[in-house]
């Protein structure tokens, strides 16, 4: 693997290590199987095209992209906790609703960056090449993201939020205002993914209304993964895991575009990374298991 | 000093070597990394007729061309990744199909030469600025439908014809494209555009039946929404006289008189010849944007008749498929 591919792993590992971490709060901190995420990513790269294309500073676009996933993320969250909708059914409403959304905002299926000042414009200027600064400025993105939601969960109201989601009735038996508390993770949740969302276009260059393919299973499988990787129920642990899976989930996709050496064909790719993510979680299990096997008995 | 380190070093004093040697030896092998964004019939056919291109200019695979191919299984995240991949490999070429692996590639690098294929409109999607002279490291060919080449078509098949009548779904992103460029061409050519807009396809025999009146013809453009409604254009056609064409050769043998229609082996064969042109030395920048070279004729003449119409015989003998 080059330098070039494996800094290009890390870049997208940490633009899904934020996908990853509203996944997180979504179907670990609040227990709400959410796939508005599918319609929330391309959301929040349609509204920083659409914003950069008219001229709107990529920050403040960027920041816009937040507020409009926040805003499914609470659409989805009112759907379930006013009209009682089940959780998994008012996402996909909100996320199939998106798709139409998305291209109301574009106007078009697919909208270019490549000539337009982005938050990736002034990494041009360094003397560095891109394929590094891009992930650096990033990292520095997620770092702060990290530090900012580990704050808030272990705030009160993100103990809150973490009793909701353990056990919504004890939580309001406490005087936990469980509905507000839900929309307010779920808008969190939703502004990280279109953060993602906005960040993917401005790295790659585009916008395009199929953005959100999959993005709810690499979301889930980062997570699942960083709890594997890093096991521990403490919440800095938790969340940094995320970040970890989305990298580690990268970097097998990276080498399983390098499997061709093995005689593998390109269309085996999907294949060959589940298959590698598979061995990766099911290996510490076993190995625990023939220690407690081998170990000494008393 | 460990084995590993010493074959670095050998490697590194080979190449330096081999740079000192000039071109003739260093060019020995040649890469070229080829990408879509998923697998698909039309794509595929590209990629295969790249290959061909490459062969028939004697860059053949096992013997002095590296020819690597992703898929990105219809996930833009690994296509971004695929284009990091191959950016980071350095081939001598990237070739991506489709627009959003295009997108991805020329995000990912601004020196290794790209040739893009496959790819409705190179400028909105901001691959190039100037197709006639791109600049910089990218061109390639767009499978644009050639309207121009319809119009003559047209204009060969029936002279009189003064306004052509089009119908189209105004929410197909891809037939705007088409319609705008429709309205261009005709123009250059003295003729009138009647549009008719079709949002589904049940609209499309309300929408036919609306231009019969005002226009000569009927020209039906590669749009989803519409083709699938085809027949209630011939059969408005067929009532009232009116010949009705198509953008697409499948269309022929459903009713329609004529079409000029590609293949996309040949659209790969096109992209395979300008990326020879770059193997041997061409600057990317310097060749422009092509549009479809090569296109094949569809006839129906027992439609025709049925419309009032006889195809030239001119017409007929270029004709690659005649529908009895």
């Known amino acids: 693997m080059s330098t070039v591919a494996l800094l290009g792993a890390i870049e997208l590992g940490l633009i899904y290590g934020l996908v990853a971490l509203g996944v997180f709060l979504s179907f670990r901190v609040l227990d709400f199987p959410d796939l508005t995420v599918d319609g929330s990513f391309p959301l929040g790269a349609a509204v920083v095209a659409t914003a950069v294309t008219s001229g709107i500073d990529p920050w403040l676009g960027t920041l816009l992209a937040m507020a409009a996933g926040a805003l499914a993320g609470l659409v989805t969250a009112v759907l379930n906790v006013r009209f009682k909708i089940l959780h998994l059914l008012a996402s996909i409403l909100t996320m199939i609703a998106l798709y139409s959304i998305n291209l109301r905002i574009m106007g078009r299926p697919n909208i270019a960056l490549l000539t337009e000042p982005t938050l990736m414009t002034p990494l041009e200027r360094l003397s560095l090449p891109l394929y590094a600064t891009r992930p650096l400025l990033l990292a520095a993105v997620v770092l702060v993201c990290v530090l900012l939601l580990i704050r808030f969960l272990l705030s009160e109201i993100g103990l809150a939020m973490r009793a909701t989601g353990a056990n919504p009735r004890m939580a309001e038996a406490q005087g936990i205002a469980v509905g507000g508390i839900t929309c307010l993770g779920m808008a969190l949740s939703n502004a990280l993914v279109a953060l993602a969302g906005a960040l993917f276009a401005q790295a790659n260059g585009f916008a395009d209304v199929t953005l959100g393919t999959g993005t709810i299973v690499v979301g889930l499988a980062a997570v699942i993964i960083g709890e594997t990787v890093l096991p521990g129920r403490s919440v800095p642990v938790a969340v940094v895991g995320c970040v970890v899976g989305s990298l580690f989930y990268r970097v097998v996709v990276a080498l399983a575009l390098e499997a061709d050496i093995l005689g593998l064909q390109a269309s085996d790719l999907n294949l060959i990374t589940a298959v590698l993510v598979g061995v990766a979680l099911v290996l510490p299990a076993t190995r625990a298991k023939l220690m407690a096997r081998l170990a000494p008995v008393r | ?324």
């Open chain 2, 1 to 324: 000093m460990d084995w590993r380190r010493r074959t670095a070093l050998a490697a590194l004093f080979t190449t330096s070597l081999l740079g000192l040697a000039g071109p003739s030896l260093a060019a020995e092998t040649r890469t070229v990394a080829v990408t879509a964004i998923v697998e698909h019939p039309a794509l595929d056919a590209t990629r295969d007729g790249i290959k061909a291109a490459l062969k028939d200019a004697g860059f053949e695979e096992g013997k002095n061309l590296r020819f690597i191919y992703e898929s990105a299984q219809g996930n833009p995240s690994t296509a971004a990744q695929i284009a990091r991949k191959f950016v980071g490999e350095n081939p001598d070429v990237i070739v991506p199909i489709s627009t959003p692996s295009a997108q991805a590639v020329v995000g990912a690098t601004k020196d290794i030469p790209v040739v893009f294929t496959a790819v409705t409109d190179p400028v909105a999607a901001k691959l190039v600025t100037n197709p006639e002279k791109p600049g910089g490291n990218v061109t390639g060919v767009t499978d644009l439908s050639p309207i121009g080449r319809h119009l003559d078509l047209v204009l060969e098949i029936t002279p009189k014809v003064k306004t052509i009548g089009t119908i189209y779904n105004p929410g197909e992103a891809n037939s705007l494209v088409l319609i705008d460029l429709l309205e261009k061409e005709a123009a250059s050519r003295g003729l009138a555009v009647k549009k008719a807009a079709a949002p589904k396809s049940a609209d499309v025999l309300q929408a036919a039946q609306s231009l019969v009146k005002s226009v000569d013809a009927i020209y039906v453009p590669t749009d989803n929404t519409v083709v699938t409604a085809l027949e209630a254009i011939v059969k408005i056609g067929r009532q009232n006289k009116l010949p009705v064409y198509a953008g697409d050769t499948d269309s022929v043998p459903r009713g329609a008189i004529a079409a000029l229609g590609f293949n996309y082996f040949d659209v790969g064969r096109q992209t395979g010849r300008i990326v020879t042109r770059v193997l041997n030395g061409e600057k990317p920048g310097a060749i422009p944007v092509q549009g479809i070279e090569i296109t094949e004729l569809a006839v129906n003449p027992g439609a025709a008749e049925a419309m009032g119409v006889k195809i030239p015989d001119a017409v007929m003998a270029r004709a690659k498929t005649v529908v009895k």
